[in-house]
């Protein structure tokens, strides 16, 4: 499945949906949170009009979910 082209705004507002939290912000990065129920997951996400592809699919496989999963989180 082909991802999006999206910003890093469009990236934090998904994966808010899916239960991350917005811990801090440091210059232009994000960081976000979600507690699984054994670990936390911790990212960091930058905040560029345009997440370049290996960023984006680092991303998302770091919080855990598959492509399909992600293109559902609009």
Do not use: C, W
Request: proline share 3%; no cysteine; hydrophobic share 35%.
């Amino acid at each position: 499945m082909k991802l999006p082209i999206i910003s890093g705004l469009d990236l934090i507002k998904r994966l808010k949906k899916a239960g991350f939290i917005a811990t801090r912000q440091k210059g232009s990065h994000v960081r976000l949170e979600k507690y699984d129920g054994k670990k936390t997951i911790k990212l960091t996400v930058p905040l560029q009009s345009e997440i370049k592809k290996g960023t984006l699919n680092r991303i998302i496989k770091d919080a855990g979910l598959t492509h399909e999963e992600f293109n559902k989180l609009k």
